[in-house]
């Protein structure tokens, strides 16, 4: 069995499959996936795929374009798949490298349902979160604009195929280099809050479109930035009065409620705080603002049910709750009569990329700590990713590490594997560091060295700040779309236009 796709020979050889016969077909193009702009879910033609079993060699890891995306019919035939490909045994030990599969159809159904949710609404996806070519370049195909915090980001947006109009700076203290940076790819939209911010965009982009970010109540929140950004509403009309006297054009409002928001109220009031300002600048006789940006802190949970609870217990809003607080909050406090040219956008990160990815990770070291009888095997577990790598996020995220041996995740644990011990599993990352704690006393069944855990949920604040720290290699990343042939039951909604 081979793969025989066009343009794939040079880099795919025959290989034997770990596990012979893989329950499905299929199809793996050697085009990049953005190539082939995505037609509106509904519009798409029947699937049809090719009855050709097919096997990926290894070595296309190494030696396909870094963005090719390869496509499924099935989400368990993507990961099966992939991982089969990255997990064979070779003799170069390269290939043990823990590994990424990212799924651009989660991000697809997640842009549907922000669509369903906040129609109206243009999401600019916060950069940020992950900077990944291929996340990007889909949410720019879906309609999505950016939210940037450098000139690096801004000029990663333009590449993803954004104009500037579909970029927002929404960093709130920005270097004059980063101004100047700006001004000159055309990017007007950006956020500020404080007075010598403002002297330092009439000396370098005085064309600047402004929207001020306000201090919103972020104490329902894990991720919170009050302390750092936002200007106190007391604030506000000094603010506006600085502005008008240099002549700078303010455009809007914006908040940030935080990340990991707890309680839906806090949009609520963040947009009737917006609402009185927006009423401050009235009565300054400012130009008529017309931008609010409510900011992200939309949850990454792609099921429409809620997640775990949270500290103290508190059960975490889904997203359509949060869609019916703030469509509630928009039509009371700015209702479509009185504002009609109001563009709303929002700054989600986490909720596009943090469900797109699944990381897996080799066990490369295994020490039982203790086995008496009528207690739970203790098994310290080391694997090749940790908190210096992908896992800095629950350092830096508050994020919590759920370790799932990998043949269950992808649907192939056997009967063997249900017969394994349930062991208490700590698993530790690579580096010499005893800080380098990635998950704590998980009952798990128990695993052996050179088997594969698998971590789901892992594409928000992960890669986007791990280090080689202790020269460890990150992790590679796969691209799959796992919904490319849709088949009758899995039709998407068709999106709606949200052009502001
Ligand atoms: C200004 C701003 N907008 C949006 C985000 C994205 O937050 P989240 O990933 O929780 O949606 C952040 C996160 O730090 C932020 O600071």
């Given at each position: 069995m081979v793969v025989s796709g066009k343009g794939f020979s040079s880099w795919v050889r025959p290989v034997p499959l770990q596990r012979t016969a893989l329950p499905f077909l299929v199809k793996l193009q050697s085009k990049n996936v953005l190539a082939d702009r995505p037609t509106a879910p509904a519009a798409r033609r029947a699937p049809r795929v090719k009855s050709v079993p097919r096997v990926i060699?290894?070595?296309?890891?190494?030696?396909?374009?870094?963005?090719?995306?390869?496509?499924?019919?099935?989400r368990e035939a993507a990961l099966q798949t992939?991982?089969?490909?990255?997990?064979?045994?070779?003799?170069?030990?390269?290939?043990?490298?823990?590994?990424?599969?990212?799924?651009?159809?989660v991000v697809r159904r997640q842009y549907t349902r922000w669509v369903q949710n906040l129609p109206g609404i243009r999401p600019f996806y916060a950069v940020k979160c992950n900077p990944d070519r291929v996340l990007m370049r889909s949410l720019a195909e879906l309609g999505a604009g950016f939210d940037c915090a450098s000139a690096a980001?801004?000029?990663?947006?333009?590449?993803?195929?954004?104009?500037?109009?579909?970029?927002?700076?929404?960093?709130?203290?920005?270097?004059?280099?980063?101004?100047?940076?700006?001004?000159?790819?055309?990017?007007?939209?950006?956020?500020?809050?404080?007075?010598?911010?403002?002297?330092?965009?009439?000396?370098?982009?005085?064309?600047?479109?402004?929207?001020?970010?306000?201090?919103?109540?972020?104490?329902?929140?894990?991720?919170?930035?009050?302390?750092?950004?936002g200007a106190p509403f007391d604030m506000v009309e000094s603010l506006f009065r600085r502005a008008k006297q240099l002549n700078l054009n303010v455009v809007g409002i914006a908040f940030h409620i935080g990340s990991g928001c707890l309680n839906t109220q806090a949009y609520t009031d963040a947009i009737s705080l917006a609402r009185l300002c927006f009423d401050i600048a009235e009565r300054l006789g400012l130009p008529r603002l017309r931008v609010l940006d409510i900011g992200g802190g939309f949850p990454g949970n792609p099921a429409e049910k809620a997640a775990a609870p949270g500290p103290g217990d508190k059960q975490p809003p889904t997203f359509e709750e949060m869609g019916t607080a703030i469509r509630e909050a928009l039509a009371k406090y700015f209702p479509r009569d009185a504002y009609p040219d109001l563009r709303v956008i929002g700054e989600p990160g986490r909720y596009f990329a943090a469900a797109w990815a699944t990381l897996f990770t080799h066990v490369v070291g295994k020490r039982v700590v203790s086995n008496k009888p009528g207690e739970p095997k203790r098994v310290l577990y080391y694997i090749n990713d940790g908190v210096y790598g992908s896992f800095n996020c629950l350092i830096f995220d508050h994020a919590v590490a759920k370790p799932v041996p990998a043949m269950q995740l992808i649907g192939l644990a056997g009967s063997n594997d249900q017969d394994k011990e349930l062991t208490l599993g700590t698993f530790f990352g690579p580096t010499c560091d005893s800080m380098d704690v990635v998950a704590k006393d998980v009952p798990i069944a128990e695993l052996s060295v050179g088997d594969w855990v698998a971590f789901e949920k892992m594409g928000a604040y992960t890669t986007a700040a791990a280090s080689r720290f202790n020269g460890i290699e990150l992790p590679s990343k796969l691209y799959v779309d796992s919904a490319a042939f849709p088949t009758e039951t899995s039709t998407e909604p068709a999106l709606d236009s949200n052009e502001l």
């Open positions: 060699s290894p070595d296309f890891r190494l030696s396909a374009s870094p963005d090719t995306v390869l496509k499924f019919p099935n992939v991982f089969a490909a990255c997990t064979a045994p070779v003799e170069d030990e390269k290939h043990h490298r823990p590994f990424y599969i990212n799924d651009t159809a980001e801004i000029d990663a947006a333009l590449k993803a195929g954004v104009g500037p109009d579909s970029i927002i700076f929404a960093n709130p203290v920005k270097s004059a280099e980063s101004l100047r940076h700006a001004a000159r790819r055309g990017v007007r939209l950006m956020t500020f809050d404080n007075a010598d911010e403002l002297d330092k965009i009439a000396q370098n982009h005085p064309d600047a479109e402004l929207v001020l970010r306000i201090l919103a109540d972020d104490s329902h929140s894990l991720m919170r930035f009050g302390s750092k950004f």
